[in-house]
Structure formats: structure tokens, C-alpha cells
């Protein structure tokens, strides 16, 4: 086995790299299965995968858009020719794109897609106290993993959506396809609205305020109190011990920017100034007790309702909520390398999102020594050659996901 | 299409009385308010098709033009119910002494005709759907309470009444959504307010402001928010029968009555009778007497008709315009007579068949009758300056603004005072100073309304979508 050092400077945009990993283990099957919403390859009448828009993103950074395939034997073939740095996944069409110059435009418009939702890691940026811009660690995945944590469940219950698939996007994001059918037909009305529902934090630079979660003074919409329960843990765990966000002059005065109690901002500015640096978890107590304090119950009750807001504001998924509004947006595919990191765009289960460590999932460069050194000790079984490698699980939770998105049942007649 | 129009009674087949023929079923002459999923099923005369599709595209026309000009909703609901009473009164179950039958054939028949006019392209479909949905919000708002409930009980809205074991699961998150001012109040009215369950699909603007429960797919909506459901259900079902007529009316073999008709009215709706708005005064002043006289003076309808044929409208159109906004117009006799000639006249097609220019600004400074009312009006300075306000007051021109203009007119700087109108009425696009683009004044009324036309246009142009 080749040593880590070694694996990372294999360059995952090199030609050769990029021509081995598409032609021995992207699982273009498996892709044209889920896409196609059904496993039959020969069948002429779909108007799915050939309609599907692809687009390329070249080695020289030049993008191919509007190209389509009649099945992944044909896409993959293409795609070893080109061997892009990475592609997109574009919606359904109501025309094969690739005949998009000499259709009429009226007859080419964007009529499917999976419903994705795109959650960057930069958009954390204001809270986060680890890290800042493309990097990422483990700590700062604990953001990611609550975003997913609420997200599914909402989805899930409130929607009745089931046909989820997360995926990690190589870096320091991750994006999550919805598949169900009544999902895939969704208008761009009906996507604006779900994803409006879905919002609650304005995304920005800038501190202060940014959540619009309930109609003036009014208690939070059921959704949301469902989500300050699933995130109360968390906000402990995560924003008071671990990101330690109230521990600095700047992050005590965010907090304080977010309290809409004048007098209750004196007397805690006056506190805390005493002691710039006390732990969050104090600064969150002595707060929490000056607001039981207060006399007046609606002052109480103001309060109450803001310190929900700020668990939200600091703890509830940021969406980039233009990824979702519009069905021709496109999205990069699974199992896609990150040019700048190597890493695989691997599937990932929501159940176990907390387990799940960014630095752990394979490179290409990895994959490829793997592939090299199972060829050496061949014990003669058949094996595909995704399964020699740790790509393996990956595949397999992504095979069974395509299998969980099938538009007609097949019909065994064999018994 | 004359011609069409001029045969009509003959096409009432074997002398059938309208009253008889109306065998339709009674479903959708029992409300007011209609979904119109019954088409007309009897013979209707080719005038009787012509005129109910006009007197309501009057009524969407300025639904449209409530839309462009930011109207708000309690100000375009005035100005809808209005022109309803006008133009298609539709009175609730309990007036007395009117004909409701026919009144509700005639909203029927009109809506049915436009469908087949509108139809036809995806543009045209989107703005027929629009329009007509908020013509039914403002019936639906101001129809009577108790009929509006049968109205409701009458059709499948494909929505659940969620029952008491239901209602009491989600009793902690459905009292969130009961009306009321604070917990107490929510928790009260809880119990006696209906809930129902929709697809939340159907309801995206309920949903995305969080206004409903969701849970699996459905969402609860409280019966106050009910009214949201019936206008998505409209919408939607609108959206599908014109995609429906259009698939089907290849079929219709209509090529020599109806389909003439159906094109022009598809015009009228595009570019059509413009709206005044977009005219300088000496044709608002026009356009109103003939609004309000139902006639005007020879030399009105000469200045007036070739505005209108410069700025677009066709010899059909022009002969449909003029036959509805005289008195007694309408196909009759009087009106074929005296005017269509003159009409068609105009446009080149009788007498010398010379195509005649629209008249401009000298011209109707020096015309006696019918011309530049910033001239004739010099004179009685009260009259110009109420005429003004009437006028363009809804267009952004206020009291302060009329002694500059009078100073103007008292120059005999006519075109000058006329210029800084257009200024004042287009302030969000053109700075003072700058005329109708480069500081260039007016002299045509064609070039003003022309203006002001592209103007507007440049201001909806919509954004491009990026990727």
C-alpha cells in the first residue's frame, strides 16, 4: 500500500487519474438507474435519463453545457473522452437537450427534477469559532450534521418525502436529492415555497438578526418548535461547550446585539465585561437568570421567545435557498472527485451523520491504489472493480437508493 | 368578421327563443359564483358570442391594467366591481326583480368565448388565468356569506375535513393556526374552527408564509384560510381546461364565423384598444366624452380614429371599438349607416383610399373643434386645470404641479406645457428636463402615447434567469 504522503500527490485532476476512476469504478449504472427511475436500458420510450441535462466542467475549466445521453453505456463512453474534472446533473427536459439548437424554444423547457437542497459550510462562517472559508474539520461537521438532523426529519414527517439522498460535496458542504416522484414534478412555485418554509435564516455576512421565524409576537410555528427541541442538545454540546461562542468580546456582543431588552443589555454588557473570556455556558446561565428575574411578564415572555430565536440563529440549517427554487439549476452528481481535496462525493446515511468524519472518506488517489494492489492478489473470484476498493459501501448505499426509485414496479412473471 | 356579425340573425337556428334554449343544467346558474367546468350547451347567436366576450374583456383589460399601474387590492377590487356593474352585473340569489338567468349565461358564455380566444399560446393563457382568478377573488369576497357557503358545499375542492380524533391529536400544533390575538383567544376559537386537508401542493402561498400545519404530505388549513384553497382550485383547474381547448381547437371547424372573432379578440387583449393611459390629453379628453356621451363630434372621431389606427388598432378592431361606444351601437343599423363607412373610410378602404396620416400637434392647434385642449381651454384656466387633475392625478400629478404648467399655457407654449405632463406622469423614467427622451418635446400625440407605451414596456422587461 502506498503511503498517505504518497496518495496525496496524486493530482485528481490529472487526465490520467480522472480517465481511470471513470472508467473502472463511477458507477454510471447505477447513476443511469436512479436517473432513469427504472433499470430498463433498451426501453425506447423513456423521456427520463436521454432528457436529462449533463453538464461538464473540463480539466481547462471550460463548461459543456446541454449534453445528453440515451443511456449511461453512451454516457460513459463521453465522459472517458472528455474526462471532465467534475459534471452536473441538470432536470428533465421536455426535449433531449442535446438537440436543444434545433428544437423550437417553446418546446424546450425545464419540466422535472429532483428536489435538491445545497447547505455550504461557508454560510456558517459568522458563528463558526474553528475555522473559516474552505476549511473544515470535524468539530465544525457538527454544524452539518444538525443541518441534516432537522432537515430530514422535517422533510420527512411534514412532507412525506422518503426518497432521501445525502451527499457529501467533497469539501465542506453537502446536498441532499429528493426523489419522490410527486418531488420530482414539483413546479418552481411549489419548490420556492417548500424551500421558503424550510428557511429560517437569512444568509449574510454581517451580525445580528437573521431569523424570520414567527409572525410578531407570536409563539413558534409547530415545525419550528419541533426544531428548537431536536437542536436544544446540540446547541449545548456544540455552541456553549465546544465552539465556545459567547467566550470573546465579539461573540458576547453578537449575543447581545440579538437581545432586544435594552436595560437587560446594560447589566450583562456591564457583567461580562468584568470577564471577556468566561466560558459561553456561564454568560448563557447568567442570562438565562437575569431574564427569570425580570418583574413584567410580557418583558419575560419577549425574552423567552428571543432566546429561541438565537438557538435558531445559531444552530438551524442555512440553506442556499437558489439551488432549490428553480428546476433548471444544476447540481454537481454523486460520486463526483473535488478537484481541490481529491475526496469522492459520497452518499451518506442522515442515521449515522454524526459518526460520519469528512477526513475519512477516500480520495481518488487512494481508490486507485487500492484498485492497483487487489490486481496484484487476485484469488480468481468475479469481483467488479468498485467492490475491491472502499468505495464499496458507497456504491452500495447508492444502488440501494436507485433501487428505492423505481416508477414502475417490474412485473415478475417468473414463479 | 362584418360579416359575421351582420348575418347573426339568421343563425339563430329555426327562430328559437334565447330564453328557450337555455336548457343547461342548473348547477352553475344556481350560485353566483361558477368554477365553470359547464360549457354553454345552446345555441347562441354570433352577436350574443361577440358581445359577451367583449363586455368581459373590458373587465380583465383593466384587471391588467390595475395590476401594471401597482393599483392595491382594495383599490382594484373598487375599480372591478365597477366596472362590473357596467359592463357584467352578476347579482347574488337574494336581488330582486332582475333576470339572474340571464345575467349568469351572460358571465358564463363570456368566459367560455375568451377561453377559446386565449387558448392559444402559453403567454396569453397565463395572463387569461391571472386575470380571471382575481375577477373570482373579488366575487368570491364580496358574494354573500350564506350563498358563498352553499357555493362551497356544491363542488369537491379534493380537500378532507379533518375529523374530531384528528383535530384533537394535533390539538397542540393546530392551535397555533386558530384565529385569534393571543393564546387564550387561539385556544378558544380552536375548538369551533373547521380544519382542513390538502395536498400542500396545491396551496404553495399558504405554505411557504409557514400559515398551515404540515404533516406528511398534507397540509391543515384553518377555515379562515379556506378561501386560499378555492383560489388555487380555480387556478388550477383554469390552467388545465385551457391547455385542454387548446389542444382541441384544431378541431373546431370554424373557419369562417367564429375564428376571425376569436383572433381579434386574442388581439384586443394583447394589443387591442390601448389603454388611455398611455394618451396625451387632447385624446383622454377625447376618449372620455365618448366614455361618457356614448358619441362624439365628427372631428373628434377623425382625430380620435387615427390615433388609434396609428398606434395599432386594425379596421376590425377600430369597427368593433366604435360599434360598442356608441349608444345603440352594437350591429345596428344606425350605426352601419352613418359611421363604418367613415370608419373604413379612414383607413383607406373607401372613397380616394388614401391611407391617411394621424393629425399632430399644429393640426389640432388649429382646429375648431376636437383639438389641442391645452389651446381651447387657455381661455377658461379652471376647466384646464380640473381636466388635468381629473386626468393624470392617478398618475402622480398634484396640485403644485399646475401653476407651472399654467404659466406654460399662458405663453402659448402649448407643446411645452403638454411636455412637462408627459414629465410629471413619467417621473420613473424621465427626469425633468428631459421631455419624452433627449429633451425632445412633443409634437404628434402618437409620438407621446408611443413613448409612454415603450416606456413601460422597458420597465417590465423581466430579469434574465441565471443559472
Redesign the interface.
Known sequence: MASSAELDRVDPTAEDVLLNYYRRLYPFKQLFKWLNRGPERTEKESRLFPYREFAFTLRNEAYLRYNSYPSDIEMKKHVCLLTPSRFEIGPVYSAQPKDKKTVRP?HFKAEKREVVFDIDMTDYDPIRTCCSDADICKRCWAFISIAVDVLDKAIR?????NQLLWVYSGRRGIHLWISDK?AFE?TD??R???V??LTVIKNGKEPGKRVNSRVGS??L????KDAIEAVREPFDDLILQDQDCFGSQEGFETLLSLIPDKKLVSRLREKWSQTPDSPSYTKWDEMKAEIKALKDKTARQTMRHAMEDIVLQYTYPRLDAEVSK?R???LKAPFCIHPKTGRICVPVDPRRIREFDPAKVPTVGQLLAELNASNSNNNGEHLEDWQKTSLKPYIEMFEQYANSVQEKPKMDLSW | MYQAAKHSSKLQKNGLDDDLSLVEGSTSASHRLSLYDQPPLYDITVEDFETSALDRLRILAEIESSAARNRSWEETKQVTITQCGKYLPLNSNSALGIDLQSERRKDQLGHFVLRLAFCRSEELRRRFVKAETTLFRVRYETDDSNERRAFLDSKDFNWISVGSEEKNKYQAQLTHFAPGKSDTERENAFKSEPFYKVKWTTIPDLVDKRKVFMKGGFAYVPAREQASIIYAAFEERLDAALLATSRAIPLVDEETRLNPILDNLAQGFTAGVPSDWHFPLCMRVLHQTLRRDRHIQHFGRLHYGLFLKVLGLKIDEAIIFWRKSFAGGKGSDKFDKEYRYNIRHSFGLEGGRRNYPAKNCLQLHTAHEAGCPYRQLENSPENLQSALLSTYSGQGLTLDDLPEIMTQVKKKAYHVACTRVFEITHSRHVKKGEGLGDGESVTHPNQYAARSIELEKDSQEPKMEVD
Open positions: 417553446t414527517d411534514q412532507f412525506g418525502y410527486e414539483l412555485n411549489q420556492k415555497a417548500m421558503e418554509y407570536r409563539d410555528p409547530p415545525t419550528l428553480h433548471n439549476h444544476l
